[in-house]
């Protein structure tokens, strides 16, 4: 068995958690406490991320097709969806302290701005990026502008969509960290008060969960990929 210090990395792990109240000599979990803190957390971390993620989706995948429509606009929207996310994270929190005060609002309206971007931007590109030819053939067999959106264009678009809606998800669960320094909770609020108290545990605490929700994020989009998205569509161009 591996050891360090004379000590197991078992031994050392196991005296880790039980200074941190996880557990209890050679038993197992006796401060359910910890647990429940630590789901609240999540629970409210992850209402953060979702509301505003799906107020993103719900905005920036109509105004996608817009813009592909109207292609005379796309670049000015891009770019003034694009400066929004130049704005460092924190300032945005402040911005919005004045206009909606503290808590859970201001900082779903930041996270929906910063996730509008990859959404937008995705949604147009896979629209533009479509086969003329499969556009043309779409005409040929006499369908409506919506029929050819919903049959052909969003389908064939779809992964690149989805794309952009996993990357603004993972910006959205590492910026939502911030948000415990306006008040709305979540798993920032260890990260601020170990920064506060210069307690880089209490720091961990927070960053990683975090980074485990960012990572979850992408294995559960590689998942609803595979589910909804066919898998010719999925396939990469041999290179």
Known sequence: MAVLEGKSFAEIARGFLSKKGLLHGQGGFVEPGKWVTLLS??????????IALLAAMAVAIPFGVFVYRLRVISRPVIYVAGLLQT?????????????????P?????????????PILRNTAAALFSIDPVLKKVAVGMGLTAWQRLRHVELPLGAPMILAGIKTAAVINIGTATL?????????????VTGL????????LEGAVPAALLAVLAE???????NLVIPKHLRQKPAE
């Open 179 to 191: 948000a415990a320094f306006i008040g709305a909770g979540g798993l920032g609020e260890p990260i």
């Open 105 to 117: 609002t201001p900082a779903i309206v930041a996270l929906f701005l910063y996730a509008l971007l």
């Open 219 to 225: 294995f559960a989009f590689e998942l609803l990929e």
């Open 87 to 103: 704005i460092p994270s924190i300032a945005l929190l402040a911005f919005m302290i004045p206009l909606l005060g503290i808590g």
């Open 41 to 50: 957390r999540v629970a409210t971390h992850l209402k953060l991320t979702l």
């Open 196 to 203: 506060a108290l210069n307690d880089p545990s209490l720091i």
